[in-house]
């Protein structure tokens, strides 16, 4: 030994139990915190990567730039990659048919292909999804969306010949139409003629019959660019800090903008890959809505403080073991920096081994989470790859090294204050404790026996072990209702839409006139023997007027929009939902009632509504906005109801409110567009709409049932009847479940690494506490205590440290968890919290178990050696 | 010439009916290289008068000189310091840290004071406490002879000026606690040292240089022994 800090090490080889205990507290922390932070760092990486894949791999265009000034954006300093693109023009693909016509009676005349030239870096760059075939090469190749080829004369395939009129679209008064948006009587100026050879399908954004502009992209030769037309220019800049200042930057040394008329500040056409950019930024919090960080904040606080708590009461227990020796360091001649020394290096040794450990173990608990999760292929976290990120590693050491010496610090101080003549006296720690008197219970005497008294007044004798024990416990009790409760309220959350979405969704488009057929195909539903249940409803937006007293001032307070709808008096909301379902289908509504009834009879007869008054409600400040009551109806108030674009023009219908409704059961739960939902019978929804077509069937199937029969009925429907179309759910539906599991794997992990560091914290403090009275114990057994007696004492202690634990515990952790819920639900009420007894239960009888345990273990030992021995023993 | 004096040295403990006065009113001054007996029976304050003296407890009232300095005017480190390098405390219990062997106890206090320790003169340390084969055990694999020889050791180690010792020999035989008693006699001689030992043993007393009783917390006897 050369130093005198070389103690450190011999103490931690010596106390090695309490060495390991404390470094296990050390690397579950860390690597808890290591976890959660390659968590989200990975799923960053992953909406990066959606992000790329669905919008593409640039930060901002430089629209409509001349060809003279595409190369100087090119090669400006700054930018990394570059690509271009250019609209070629608008090509005819088919006029539009007569039947087209009559469900579309808007419909423009013909179907388009927007032909757009993509140069090499483009094409790379971009997102397109090949279905078939190859991207083009030249400028005579084409790739066209999947599904358009079957609108072309003779039905092109690959490597056909197609020739296209180009040309651009105006509207009446010679405007030129945007490539998005179309008029019934629009018109095609052609300009030329080219001819194209497809060599591939693309699979759109969105395939549907009535999109009636496409795209079609063709090769671009960057090296001959045409001289006065005009390019767009993706760039990839080196940074995204402060891009959009560098780009305006760019475009300004260019003399890329102009002044419009009613400002005076330059515009500037260009366009930026927002969300790209804001993931891309360094700072997360714009990316993670706030709810999430309140989640994340707090989790990784209570793992703080619960690591706090084990690694403090580890050292506090070992400096309180070494009192006297810290006493005649003390007498020798040790200054109290030296002792606090002394115990600061071991803090700092054992952070030495266990961060790292705590770092990799953390990373590699994730790649074993993720493989099981990538098991059940579930949607939303596939492509998820671990990403090792050596900020997630700092700040966890960080984080982890400012835990354990939080940790330390207490008891070093401590240590450094002890007396040198608290060595001298040579007592160990006993005579340290101040013994309070304690009143004699004959109560607790009679119930409990001698053992149980002196276990009672053990507990009251020294209020500042007392107080650890009990913090410890109660820390785990907290931490496992907290975290137990908080994972049900994620798995409700995250359940919660998805269970009334039903197995298969069937839409009829064109079903005027043939109700009947409607009718047939519910009833043939109704009968398939896998079925369970169908439901069959019509739907349109309506208008309703509400008078200033029924709207709810706290929507008005917050909407953006509120003020747009105030029309004198009034509210004239635009955009309610009226469901007019088949009466039999009402009944099963009957869970999500909040008040009034459902009675078929009276909602026929006064022209009853059930209503939903919550609704997504817009801000304007956060994007996604928050979900609230925008009406507060009672049940028997009348509502002013006209149906938006009825064909008849029907008048004002008055219907009545007898039913209150917590979300809607089929479709969105709330309405999206701060509206009101009224559900009623098809009859009253016909007398309120008056004609009534295009109806929705939700069909849910029987629990392991085979879905064959269904998947059969449903192929021979829409082949007979083209104007059905239906959506397979089961697999998302089955993707759903996956993800619940999903996400009970993480939680499950988390509540069980916690109930480690909790049980850790526990046995630490008891079984100290019992080594600590080895000699004391020793001494009753010498006066004649049976050896049950000392067991009957030592569980009694247990057992009495239990209770005051889960009262306290009981009490903060149900706190904690309402907390939690409020963070999890973000105020939206689709489910009810609870006091969460089951929690409650299992955390206090698992700590009062496994502070039993820990009781038993060091009594066996104290058991075994001789009882004068123990008694002789220093310390 | 003086090297330790106390100034109405006052200790008490506790307050009101449970008040306890282990110390009243002490004047005592001790030359270099004496050899001073404590006597008197349990409780008359004999220990608290020798804690006081190492500046290991606080008097409630009165001074303690040593050298001419007011030892409990120093702050926390300068008494530790004092502590390291002028006091040598021998105690009954031994009080070894368990963790460390018995060189290394011994070179502790040299240790606390990031000071090489002198190779030679440990040796002889050793050597005088006939501890050479047992510098590596650990406290735990000693007798409690040995230990205590220890614990001279760790007192002598730094050549203190003073060495205060509380019954080194209460825990020992009678072979043993001679033996105990020879080394540190023939260490204050070598080194001009200035013992203070707390006693039970008659024949102790009848060694020292001046045998002083402590009664109810008064220095109630204060005889030099002719030799």
Request: with cysteine.
């Amino acid at each position: 030994m050369r130093d005198y800090r070389e103690l450190t090490s011999r103490y931690l080889k010596v106390q090695k139990k309490r060495t390991l205990l404390t470094i296990i507290g050390i690397i579950l922390s860390v690597a808890l915190i290591t976890s959660i932070g390659t968590m989200v760092i990975s799923a960053r990486d992953m909406m990066i990567k959606n992000e790329i894949e669905r919008n593409g791999d640039y930060h901002a265009i430089f629209l409509d730039t001349p060809s003279d000034k595409v190369n100087n954006i090119k090669n400006y300093v700054g930018v990394e990659n570059s690509a271009l693109t250019k609209t070629i023009g608008t090509g005819i693909l088919a006029q539009i048919t007569d039947d087209e016509r009559q469900q579309n009676p808007e419909s423009p005349p013909y179907r388009y292909v927007n032909i757009k030239g993509y140069d090499k870096d483009a094409l790379d760059i971009l997102p397109i999804t090949l279905k078939e075939g190859r991207l083009p090469q030249d400028e005579e190749e084409i790739i066209l969306e999947y599904w358009v080829a079957d609108y072309l004369p003779n039905n092109p395939k690959i490597g056909d010949i197609i020739t296209l009129p180009i040309g651009i679209r105006i509207d009446e008064e010679g405007n030129q139409l945007s490539s998005n948006s179309y008029m019934k009587n629009e018109i095609f100026e052609e300009k030329d003629i080219r001819k194209y050879t497809i060599v591939g399908f693309f699979e759109p954004k969105f395939a549907w019959v009535g999109q009636y502009i496409t795209t079609g992209i063709t090769f671009l030769d960057n090296d001959n660019l045409t001289l006065d037309e005009e390019y767009n220019v993706y760039v990839k800049m080196d940074s995204v800090k402060d891009i959009h200042e560098n780009t305006k930057k760019i475009a300004q040394s260019l003399d890329l903008y102009q002044y419009m008329e009613d400002s005076s500040e330059p515009y500037y056409n260009i366009e930026y890959n927002e969300r790209l950019l804001r993931l891309s930024a360094q700072s997360l919090d714009m990316d993670l809505n706030n709810s999430l960080i309140g989640i994340l904040i707090f989790i990784v606080i209570l793992i703080i403080v619960s690591t706090i708590a084990v690694i403090y009461n580890a050292f506090h227990i070992s400096v309180l073991e070494r009192i006297s020796q810290f006493g005649i360091l003390r007498c020798v001649g040790a200054s109290p920096a030296q002792i606090r020394n002394i115990v600061l290096k071991e803090a700092w040794k054992l952070s030495l081994i266990g961060i790292p450990i705590g770092l990799f173990s953390g990373v590699f608990a994730m790649q074993v989470v993720m493989f099981f999760v990538n098991k059940l292929n579930y949607r939303l976290l596939s492509g998820l790859t671990i990403v090792v990120s050596p900020l997630v590693f700092i700040v966890s050491a960080i984080i982890g090294l400012i835990t354990v010496f939080l940790s330390a610090l207490g008891p070093a101080k401590q240590a450094g204050k002890i007396p040198a003549l608290d060595a001298v006296r040579n007592t160990g720690s006993l005579k340290k404790e101040s013994f309070d008197k304690i009143k004699r219970s004959a109560f607790s005497r009679k119930l409990l026996g001698i053992e149980g008294e002196i276990a009672y007044k053990n507990l009251r004798r020294n209020r500042k072990r007392f107080r650890i024990t009990v913090f410890s416990m109660i820390i785990s009790i907290v931490l496992y209702i907290a975290f137990s409760s908080f994972m049900t309220y994620m798995l409700k959350a995250s359940n919660v839409h998805s269970e009334e979405m039903g197995d298969f969704m069937i839409w009829h488009n064109g079903s005027l006139g043939r109700e009947d057929l409607d009718d047939t195909v519910y009833r043939d539903l109704k009968d398939l023997p896998d079925v369970e249940e169908v439901f069959y409803y019509h739907r349109y937006s309506a208008q309703i007027i509400v008078p200033q007293n029924k709207i709810n001032s706290g929507y008005v307070k917050t909407s953006h929009y509120a003020h747009h709808y105030k029309k004198g008096h009034v509210y004239e909301l635009d955009n309610n939902l009226l469901y007019g379902y088949e009466q039999e289908n009402l009944n099963a509504f009957k869970p999500l009632l909040k008040k009034g009834n459902i009675d078929i009879d009276a909602i026929n007869k006064e022209n009853g509504v059930l209503i939903v008054q919550t609704s997504h409600v817009y801000d304007g400040k956060s994007s996604n906005g928050t979900i609230m009551d925008i009406v507060n109806y009672e049940i028997g108030d009348e509502i002013s109801v006209t149906a938006n674009f009825s064909e008849e023009n029907l008048d004002d219908t008055k219907v009545k409110v007898l039913g209150i409704l917590d979300m809607s059961p089929i479709e969105d739960p709330y309405n999206l567009n701060e509206g009101v939902i009224m559900i009623t019978t098809k009859e009253v929804y016909d007398s309120i709409q008056g004609t009534n077509y295009n109806p929705s069937f939700l069909v849910k199937c029987k629990k392991d049932h085979s879905l064959e029969s269904i998947r059969q009925y449903l192929k021979d429907l829409v082949d007979m009847h083209p104007t059905y179309t239906y959506m397979d759910r089961v697999q998302l539906a089955q993707e759903e479940r996956n993800a619940a599991t999903a996400i009970s794997i993480f939680l499950y992990g988390f509540v069980a690494v916690i109930t480690l560091i909790g049980s850790l914290n526990i046995i630490n403090t008891i079984s100290t506490n019992l080594i600590l009275r080895t000699k004391e114990l020793s001494m009753l057994k010498a006066i004649g205590m049976t050896q049950n007696g000392v067991k009957r004492m030592v569980s009694m202690e247990a057992l009495f440290y239990g209770i005051i634990a889960s009262i306290y515990g009981g009490i903060i952790g149900t706190g904690l968890s309402y907390l939690l819920y409020h963070f999890v639900t973000q105020g939206i009420q689709d489910f009810p919290w609870t006091i969460p007894w089951n929690s409650i239960l299992v955390s206090t009888a698992g700590a009062t178990f496994i502070a039993l345990m820990s009781g038993f273990l060091p009594l066996r030992r104290i058991n075994n050696n001789n009882i004068v021995d123990n008694m002789r023993m220093e310390e | 010439m003086e090297i330790l004096r106390t100034e109405n040295l006052c200790k008490t403990y506790g307050s009101g009916e449970t008040r306890v006065d282990a110390l009243k009113n002490v004047n005592i001054s001790i030359n270099e290289g004496e050899f001073v007996a404590v006597v008197g029976p349990s409780g008359s304050g004999k220990s608290t008068l020798l804690h006081l003296l190492g500046g290991v407890d606080k008097p409630t009232s009165g001074k303690v000189f040593v050298d001419d300095v007011d030892i409990y005017n120093l702050n926390e480190k300068q008494l530790a310091i004092f502590r390291r390098r002028k006091v040598g405390f021998v105690f009954q219990f031994y009080n070894l840290i368990p963790v460390l062997t018995a060189e290394e106890n011994i070179l502790l206090p040299i240790l606390l004071d990031n000071k090489k320790p002198d190779r030679a003169y440990i040796k002889e340390l050793l050597d005088l406490l006939g501890l050479q084969d047992r510098r590596n055990h650990l406290p735990s694999e000693l007798s409690g002879g040995q230990q205590q020889r220890v614990s001279i050791g760790r007192a002598l180690a730094y050549k203190p000026s003073i060495i205060l010792a509380d019954e080194p020999t209460g825990n020992l035989d009678s072979k043993n606690s001679r033996e105990i008693l020879d080394l540190l006699k023939i260490s204050v001689k070598r080194y001009n040292q200035t013992l203070m030992v707390i006693t039970h043993d008659v024949d102790i007393a009848a060694q020292a240089d001046r045998v002083v009783t402590i009664e109810d917390g008064i220095i109630s006897k204060d005889e030099v022994i002719a030799i």
